[in-house]
């Protein structure tokens, strides 16, 4: 469990928190988005999580240890951190280093190193490319190897920070399947993001951040249609969403975001038309 | 060591007189305090040199981050002290060497915490230095913060994979910077490329004569500090010459290792 | 003449196997508003540096067939030349801004041309009015957001006064909110100034209402063409376009059996459409 309690920050020389007063918990195995505004703070709050920033008042515990006690390497162990940019962390000759880098800083034993840095590059569709250099891979191919890297250790919690940034749509649809199948394996999951459209889709726990502080914290659908929270800060609905609100039909069910949510209901509402139709 | 005394040589857009300036004439003050720095190694007169520069530092607002790169040039300056010593120069003479690199850095810092490179490059066009030349200059200024920034982003990526910078033999710790180094060096490239695309589409290098849409114009601010630098220096120079100046003496012997 | 014309244009980059674009021919009339778009690697950035000639210019390769802007042969011209007929504004703000204020940044440009201060004065007013950055004439572009800096990097295009302008994924780094804002800059300065526009987005959603033509690219050909509700369609979708949600429920509800005849492209339009099905 990754529990933050009363946190605030402040970078050193700024005149302004950027953290006031934070309180969240995330539970094991749990899929969150952390979404607000540019400079709302997001960013700031998922380097709490493996130690990169520690809080000047409050705490953050990670499985009930405070993170000022233990290193970031320590906290890595069990927290990994996707960068958005894949270009701020490759440097090896070859992918297969690349891989093997954070699992020789772990003191993996050379077999297992082999092992697992063949079995993530299957996984995530790279064999092909284990002893090539990072250098020649495409822009997709680069962000998959970082995603790679950072599992390749399989960390319990994983943080990703902006992964749909300049990602097609089926890039965007294989990293939403790939995240079912991390959940399925009991992995924590927590994504820092402005896509709504994606977030509509994966339908996570949204905790929404604004100037330093939670604003809300509640599923997607809850969220995603709450106009007031989301002028908040600065998001809009969801396309289906906004469908929905603007359907001049009375009955509406109030928390629907995405395509097949929407199928259903129309389908049902057009089967009762149908129905009263017929009866007349 | 950390980074912040690099703060004492950043420009912030500040409304003060000294900001105000245009950067020839703080330039030409700065030559003129660098010159007579390196004239004397008379402690006292090296010690007014410096002393000098503090109003101008208190009228410009930057007091706090010019303190900052003073207090970190504390370590260059001991270390300049330390191999003067060393070599079997006098206590005396070894301090001044110190007073005098502090002299110098603490122009510098002045001078380039109250010039926005912009202006600086302004101002080097219009003593016609080619314009690649100053734009090479004012690019590679503005992009210090943004290349700080990705360091640190590099660093934090890298130690987020178990990296430990302060940890094992020398040899290991000089070997642990290469995941740091070639993320940065492969990032600044990647920047490079993007940055000559968007020159290129906005027709840098199309003619041999730019126009500029502002001027740099000099002000009587300006002629006043040229004047005072000018008469400064020579002053300073006739002293040098002309002027006993008292001086310090320690009768300690210092050990010859060299 | 069209705006632009190009006649099997195919090129491939200095040592690659394969050509990144093959056979390009099409046209593009003046004042048209075309979104560009297809699946990572298709082809259409480099559709696009050959447009301003930083194909062959600045990218070494293989070129081959002609290529006509703004009624200008570009097989001999430099970028710096072609700039006066088409202006390029490319993904990140932070690597297209120059100067250390926006008023000098957007006359950048002019001064490269070497037009005189009293015009480049009044142009640079003019482009800042146009995209709504009068009043951060004298800040510096990193105390801008994304969405004010990009539109100082369009100002500085537009102050240039290009018949035609690209943008390359302008909001890929932009918050949903200043995505839309950017895009409503676009599309006005395209219908007060007919300058031809041609947009590379993955973000359908957002752009699609303002513009008249959709081209999609895919593994280097174009493989249609057409108005979006008429490329809108399921071969779109197949291919991997992230298509607009209302138009992807729509598709799913056309396979139930709802007769729903065109493809929307706003929630408007979709709200519209259905809101009639259901009243019927």
Not at chain 3, 262 to 269: G, K
Request: with cysteine.
């Amino acid at each position: 469990m990754i529990s933050v309690d009363n946190v605030s920050y402040r970078y050193s020389g700024t005149p302004k928190d950027v953290l006031t007063g934070v309180n969240l918990q995330i539970q094991d195995g749990e899929f969150v988005a952390i979404m607000g505004e540019n400079g709302a703070g997001k960013t700031t709050l998922v380097k709490m999580f493996n130690g990169l920033i520690k809080p000047r008042e409050g705490s953050v515990y990670v499985d009930g240890i405070d993170t000022r006690e233990k290193s970031v390497a320590q906290l890595s162990r069990d927290v990994g951190l996707i960068f958005q940019n894949p270009d701020h962390q490759l440097f090896a000759e070859t992918v297969a280093e690349e891989l093997s880098f954070s699992l020789r800083n772990f003191g993996f034993d050379e077999q297992t190193i082999k092992r697992r840095v063949t079995n993530i590059s299957t996984a995530l569709d790279l064999e092909k490319y284990v002893d090539s250099s990072p250098f020649v891979l495409s822009g997709g191919e680069r962000k998959r190897l970082a995603l790679a890297a950072i599992l390749v250790w399989d960390p319990k919690h994983i943080i990703m920070d902006e992964p749909t940034i300049g990602q097609d749509y089926l890039q965007k649809d294989r990293l939403r399947q790939f995240i079912v199948q991390l959940i399925s394996q009991g992995k924590t999951i927590i994504i820092v993001t402005h896509d709504i459209e994606f977030v509509a889709e994966c339908k996570p726990r949204i905790v929404l951040l604004s100037k330093g502080a939670v604003i809300a914290d509640d599923s997607a659908p809850k969220i995603l249609t709450n106009d007031e929270t989301l002028a908040k800060a600065s998001l809009v609905r969801p396309q289906i969403a906004e469908l929905i609100h603007q359907l001049p039909i009375s009955e509406k069910p109030p928390d629907i975001i995405d395509a097949y949510a929407a199928r259903e209901f129309l389908l049902t509402r057009l089967l009762k038309r149908n129905e009263t139709e017929e009866l007349r | 060591m950390s980074l912040r005394f690099v703060e004492g040589f950043k420009f912030t857009k500040l409304d003060s007189p000294i900001h105000k300036m245009d950067p020839r004439s703080k330039f030409v003050l700065t030559t003129g305090l660098f010159i007579t720095a390196l004239m004397f190694t008379n402690v006292f007169a090296l010690i007014t040199i410096l002393v000098l520069q503090i109003p101008l530092i208190l009228i410009s607002r930057t007091s706090r981050r010019w303190l900052r790169s003073m207090k970190a040039g504390v370590f260059l300056g001991a270390f300049i002290f330390a191999i003067n010593a060393i070599s079997g120069t006098s206590l005396i003479l070894a301090i001044a060497f110190s007073l005098r690199f502090f002299a110098i850095m603490s122009a510098f810092s002045f001078f380039f915490m109250t010039t926005s490179p912009d202006d600086l490059g302004l101002s080097l066009d219009q003593i016609h230095v080619p314009y690649s030349i100053s734009f090479t200059f004012t690019t590679a200024v503005r992009l210090v913060p943004t290349m700080a920034i990705d360091a640190q982003t590099v660093v934090d990526a890298q130690r987020s994979r178990g990296l430990e910078l302060d940890k094992g033999s020398l040899m290991k710790r000089i070997r642990n910077y290469i995941p740091i180094l070639i993320p940065l060096i492969i990032s600044a490239i990647r920047r490079s490329v993007e940055l000559a695309e968007a020159l290129e589409s906005r027709a840098f290098g199309a003619t041999e004569h730019r126009t500029a849409i502002v001027t740099l114009k000099l002000h009587f601010v300006d002629y006043l500090t040229i004047m005072g630098t000018i008469l400064g220096v020579a002053l300073a120079t006739y002293v040098y010459f002309r002027v006993p100046l008292p001086t310090l003496n320690i009768p300690i012997k210092l050990p010859r290792i060299f | 003449m069209p705006a632009i014309s190009a006649r099997k244009l195919t090129f491939t980059y200095a040592g690659a196997g394969t050509p990144s674009m093959e056979n390009i021919s099409l046209s593009i009339e003046k004042g048209e508003f075309v979104i560009l778009t297809g699946p990572s690697g298709c082809g259409k950035t480099t559709f696009c540096r050959c447009l301003n000639g930083l194909i062959p210019n600045f990218y070494s390769g293989e070129l081959h067939g002609d290529l006509f802007v703004d009624e200008e042969n570009v097989s001999d011209k430099s970028t710096a030349e072609l700039s006066k007929h088409i202006g390029f504004v490319f993904q990140n703000p932070e690597n297209q801004l120059f100067s250390l204020t926006v008023e000098r940044d957007v006359a950048f440009g002019l001064e490269n041309l070497g037009v005189p201060k009293e015009e480049a004065v009044t142009r640079v007013s003019w482009a800042m009015q146009s995209t709504g950055i009068e009043d951060l004439r004298n800040k510096a572009p990193y105390e801008l957001s994304g969405g004010q800096q990009q539109r100082a990097a369009i100002a500085g295009v537009l102050a240039m006064k290009p018949n035609i302008i690209v943008l390359d994924e302008p909001t890929s780094f932009l918050d949903p909110k200043s995505a839309e804002e950017i895009v409503g800059v676009i599309a006005r300065l395209n219908r007060e100034y007919k300058i031809t526009t041609i947009l590379v987005e993955h973000r359908l959603d957002i752009v699609s209402r303002y513009a008249n033509r959709v081209i999609i690219m895919d593994k280097g050909n174009v493989v249609l063409d057409g108005s979006p509700p008429q490329v809108y369609d399921e071969q779109a979708r197949l291919i991997g376009i992230g298509l607009p949600k209302v138009t992807t429920l729509f598709h799913m509800l056309r396979r139930d059996g709802f007769p729903l005849t065109t493809n929307p492209i706003t929630v408007e339009q979709a709200s519209e459409q259905l809101s009639r099905v259901l009243q019927r």
